[in-house]
């Protein structure tokens, strides 16, 4: 099992950045595919980014492809987002997601485990 916490958001103006991180406990981070979502209010919680556990593979959704930046660092159990050219839509409630395995994963349902979200504002 693995206890995540998201830190790094707030308020940020149009075209500016923000760098989220996540942090995980236990001894088995690395095991771990992990992945970026967000989800605006009164809309449903999409695929943002996604990360292998070796840190290879990186896979991004179509809307932050070039802007966004996901990584991992194995020695400190942390996962980043890094966010560049911030847009008005980018704003949300940004989550940490964890599972076992090789595969892709884009979608909630296939996360395990998922931290507290934390919030990105972006100004026009």
């Not at 967000?38 to 070039?66: D, L």
């Not at 930046?69 to 194995?74: F, K, P």
């Not at 994963?105 to 996360?111: E, G, K, R, V, W």
């Amino acid at each position: 099992q693995v206890q995540l916490a998201e830190s790094g958001g707030g308020l940020v103006q149009a075209g500016g950045s923000l760098r989220l991180s996540c942090a995980a406990s236990g001894r088995t981070f690395s095991t771990y595919a992990m992945g970026w979502f967000r989800q605006a209010p009164g809309k449903e919680r999409e695929f943002v980014a996604r990360i292998s556990g070796s840190g290879n593979n990186p896979y991004y959704a179509n809307s932050v492809k070039g802007r966004f930046t996901i990584s991992r660092d194995n020695a400190k159990n942390t996962l980043y987002l890094q966010m560049n050219s911030l847009e008005p839509e980018d704003a949300a409630v940004y989550y940490c997601a964890a599972r076992r395995g090789a595969g892709v994963y884009t979608t909630p349902a296939d996360y395990d485990y998922w931290g507290q979200g934390t919030q990105v504002t972006v100004s026009s």
